[in-house]
Nanobody, 124 residues
């Protein structure tokens, strides 16, 4: 069993930066892809970013490309999402997830374990 805990969310203003983290316990994240997803009120959960288990491959949603950066520290069992130039449309609950395999993936079906989420609110 893997327990994922997100942290670092909060209330920021347009243009600010924020880094959120996802720490794992129970089993190592090494060997598995990790992903960040988000869900805004009244909307479906959507893909944000993914990283392969080695960190060599990253993929991003078009809406965050160039602004967000996903990274991982397998020794610390932690994944990060650096978010720059935040906009009100980025307001959502952000979830991290551990993949079923090592390859980066954008589909929620590729992920087995999910965290409880951290709220990110961007004011205009």
């Amino acid at each position: 069993q893997v327990h994922l805990v997100e942290s670092g969310g909060g209330l920021v203003q347009t243009g600010d930066s924020l880094r959120i983290s996802c720490a794992a316990s129970g089993r190592t994240l090494s060997g598995y892809a990790m992903g960040w997803f988000r869900q805004a009120p009244g909307k479906e959960r959507e893909f944000v970013a993914t990283i392969s288990w080695t960190g060599a491959t990253t993929e991003y949603a078009d809406s965050v490309k160039g602004r967000f950066t996903i990274s991982r520290d397998n020794a610390k069992n932690t994944v990060y999402l650096q978010m720059n130039s935040l906009e009100p449309r980025d307001t959502a609950v952000y979830y991290c997830a551990r993949g079923k395999e090592g390859f980066a993936a954008q589909d929620t079906e590729a992920y087995r374990y999910w965290g409880q989420g951290t709220q990110v609110t961007v004011s205009s």
